[in-house]
T-cell receptor
Framework: AQKITQTQPGMFVQEKEAVTLDCTYD???????LFWYKQPSSGEMIFLIY??????QNATEGRYSLNFQKARKSANLVISASQLGDSAMYFC?????????????FGDGTTLTVKP | EPEVTQTPSHQVTQMGQEVILRCVPI?????FYWYRQILGQKVEFLVS????????KSEIFDDQFSVERPDGSNFTLKIRSTKLEDSAMYFC??????????FGPGTRLTVL
């Protein structure tokens, strides 16, 4: 079974500053993928970044980076230079990657509010 | 950029009625999924689908639910007899590999 824990129900950050959203996970799968999604108030789920458990380097996508610490089972999302449009709910998720049809397991989410 | 589309964006139905939620996955993707999100809660897996059959389903996906790929482009979720607790946002997703999973904009289902 897979489990994702996001311990921060809500976070505040000042515009233009960096923010880290926490995610820890638990799984018995030897190989897995970790995802972050953004859900604005309009409701859609926007894929942000992916990290494979065997990837040597931490993933980066523009202003998003994933701080992957395998031994600690953590996959924190770092957003640099926050913008007002970053205000949204953020979900961490994981999937097994030994199969292409693997289901995603989601955390409870963190609501990020960017202050002007 | 290719995207997953879903129709309708919002569906209101009476308890006990059948509903069909429609999705058009990204065209070269082979793996399809349905998830749901009850308001204010986490996203929950319902079912995955590959090669015209269900790969995996959750406990939520009982006999009231079914999925179908009726043609080369659409992927549908049917709820035979809706209950109040089926009210949720339903997301379709598709992927081409284990490293990707793209979600549609969702269908908000309201059961009265």
């Amino acid at each position: 079974a897979q489990k994702i824990t996001q311990t921060q129900p809500g976070m505040f950050v000042q515009e233009k500053e960096a923010v880290t959203l926490d995610c820890t996970y638990d799984t018995s799968d030897p190989s897995y993928g970790l995802f972050w999604y953004k859900q604005p108030s309009s409701g859609e789920m926007i894929f942000l970044i992916y990290q494979g458990s065997y990837d040597q380097q931490n993933a980066t996508e523009g202003r998003y980076s994933l701080n992957f610490q395998k031994a600690r089972k953590s996959a924190n999302l770092v957003i640099s230079a926050s913008q007002l449009g970053d205000s949204a709910m953020y979900f961490c998720a994981m999937r097994p990657i030994h199969t292409n049809a693997g289901k995603s397991t989601f955390g409870d989410g963190t609501t990020l509010t960017v202050k002007p | 950029e290719p995207e997953v589309t879903q129709t309708p964006s919002h569906q209101v139905t009476q308890m006990g009625q059948e509903v069909i939620l429609r999705c058009v996955p990204i065209s070269n993707h082979l793996y399809f999924y349905w998830y749901r999100q009850i308001l204010g809660q986490k996203v929950e897996f319902l079912v995955s689908f590959y090669n015209n059959e269900i790969s995996e389903k959750s406990e939520i996906f009982d006999d009231q639910f079914s999925v179908e790929r009726p043609d080369g482009s659409n992927f549908t979720l049917k709820i035979r007899s809706t209950k109040l607790e089926d009210s949720a946002m339903y997301f379709c997703a598709s992927s081409e590999s284990s490293r990707t999973q793209y979600f549609g904009p969702g269908t908000r289902l309201t059961v009265l």
